[in-house]
Every structure is written in structure tokens, then in C-alpha cells.
């Protein structure tokens, strides 16, 4: 037997598709589902074994359905009154097994591990008083080698950049001989 949670009702801002069929529900209908009040199509309850009046808040919210209201469809038991929990009846048999006619050895219990006892931990010595002592400090270099060390690369930069324009142009120069001696020859 199961029953619908009362906390469906708080989908207050669910419009559509609200669908609980064939679920074997056996029990009433909350009132809370009635707070589902911007339903519009499909609330579906059929095919359970709901039993008891459609609660009134939720028979209000019919006339918002405009499509596929289930909630009588297929529950039978709708108008009549639930079914009480069956009262569970103490039986007679024993539902634990007795005692075997084989037993079986029990196991003999082993000693207890003992535990050694702790180590004394060495104290610990207080390390010495701060003092007072200017720490020697390290004179910030200036910024001024930053600078020096910028032209001297741009300075490296033009150089290489001129070496490589002459290196070019003897190549041109040597493949231009070359060129012209095949012409020659």
C-alpha cells in the first residue's frame, strides 16, 4: 500500500503533465494537491485504488484542467471509505529455526593483543629570545643597469640586423657570378 506525499501539493507553478497513473496508490487524495492551481493540462490519477471523496480543493481545479482531467478514471474505490491498515496478528510458529540435532564447533577465542605502553616523548627546548638586533639588510640595486641593459640590446639588435643585410647581399653578389659564369661557359 502506498499513498501520495502531501509535498506534490507545493508544485504550485506545475501547469502540465502531472501524472501519477497505475501506480497502485491506496489511499486518499491529500487536499494539498488542490494548491497546484496553475494547472492546465493532464492531472492524471487513474488506474490506482484511491478511495474516499475527491477532496473539494482539488475537485476546484477541474475547471483549470481543459484537457485530460484522470482523477476518477480507473479508481474504483473513489466514493468509498479506505480500507484501515491491517493490525498485523501474532503468529504461533516460531519463526526462528530451533536447534539443530548436528552442532557445530564453536571457534576457542584467541588471547588479547596487549598494547605496548607509550614512549616517553622528548621535551621539548625553548628556542632562544628574540632580540632587539638590526638584521643587516641587502642595498636594492638600481634600476639604472635595466635601462643601460636596454640599449645595449637594441644597440645588438641593429648590428646583427646590419650583418645579416651584408651577408645577403654578398650572397646575391656570389650567386649573381655564379649565374653568369654558367652563361660563359
Known amino acids: 500500500s502506498s499513498s501520495i506525499p502531501t509535498q506534490l501539493g507545493q508544485m504550485s507553478d506545475m501547469m502540465y503533465n502531472f501524472d501519477l497513473g497505475s501506480n497502485s496508490i491506496s489511499s486518499t487524495i491529500p487536499t494539498q494537491l488542490g494548491q497546484m492551481v496553475k494547472m492546465s493540462t493532464y492531472f492524471g490519477l487513474s488506474s490506482n485504488k484511491l478511495c474516499d471523496d475527491v477532496p473539494t480543493e482539488v475537485q476546484a481545479l477541474s475547471s483549470g484542467v481543459t484537457s485530460r482531467w484522470y482523477v476518477t478514471t480507473g479508481n474504483s474505490r473513489i466514493g468509498t471509505e479506505c480500507p484501515a491498515d491491517p493490525t498485523p496478528v ?51 640595486p638600481s634600476t639604472d ?41
Open 90 to 140: 501474532p503468529t504461533l510458529v516460531p519463526t526462528t529455526p530451533g536447534p539443530t540435532t548436528s552442532q557445530m564447533p564453536t571457534p576457542v577465542p584467541t588471547p588479547v593483543p596487549t598494547i605496548p605502553q607509550p614512549t616517553q616523548l622528548p621535551t621539548p627546548v625553548p628556542s632562544p629570545v628574540p632580540t632587539t638586533t638590526p638584521v643587516p639588510t641587502t642595498p636594492v
Open 145 to 185: 643597469h635595466y635601462f643601460t641593459g636596454q640599449k645595449e640590446h637594441a644597440s645588438m639588435l641593429r648590428k646583427a640586423k646590419h650583418d645579416a643585410g651584408v651577408r645577403k647581399t654578398k650572397q646575391q653578389k656570389w650567386a649573381k657570378r655564379a649565374k653568369d659564369r654558367l652563361k660563359v661557359g
